[in-house]
């Protein structure tokens, strides 16, 4: 098969791993109608449900389209919690929502200066883009208290989750 892009091993990651505790942070969560500052804590105590953290690329990259095609499809707003982050704006983010009709059953947390991703030890530079860095792939299943209970992150670029594995753990 012929790619328009190259697959690229990726350094292994420090990130938190099951049974630990996910780091927390504050950055603007959007949905349809507005955002605000948000911490990861309140998003975990306050959900009846696990927490799916998704890390992806920026919005208008064929991965966070990708990404967030499928977990529309596969409904997973229907067992779990389910917010994103990246580098994006607030102002992109509210374009994906709608753009992948998404919109009331999921949140993204914009992160422009990376900051999260450096937190959970997942941040990469983005190719031929000097002091330009976004979070590789990842997804994190968190309980009320933050307590990683499923971790994945991409081994290589592009990398997808298996979703499959992640309903599991739903």
């Not at 091993?9 to 505790?21: I, K, M, Q, R």
């Not at 969560?29 to 992806?56: I, R, T």
């Amino acid at each position: 098969m012929d790619l328009d892009f190259d697959v690229v091993e990726l350094e292994a990651t420090d990130h938190p791993e099951e049974g630990e505790t996910a780091p927390d942070f504050t950055r603007p969560l959007v949905n349809e109608e507005f955002w605000e500052d948000v911490a990861l804590s309140s998003v975990c105590a306050d959900s009846d449900d696990p927490v799916v953290l998704v890390f992806h690329a920026m919005d208008g990259a064929f991965p966070a389209t990708y990404v967030w095609n499928e977990i529309r499809d596969r409904g997973w707003h229907e067992k779990a919690t389910v917010v994103g982050l990246s580098i994006s704006t607030p102002y992109a983010h509210k374009d994906l929502l709608e753009e992948r009709d998404i919109e009331g059953d999921y949140r993204l947390y914009s992160d422009p200066a990376n900051g999260v991703a450096e937190q959970y030890g997942i941040a990469m530079e983005l190719d031929g883009m000097a002091g330009v860095a976004e979070p590789r792939p990842a997804v994190f299943v968190l309980d009320e208290d933050r307590t990683v209970e499923y971790a994945w992150v991409a081994e290589e670029w592009p990398d997808f989750p298996d979703y499959d594995a992640v309903e599991a753990q739903l």
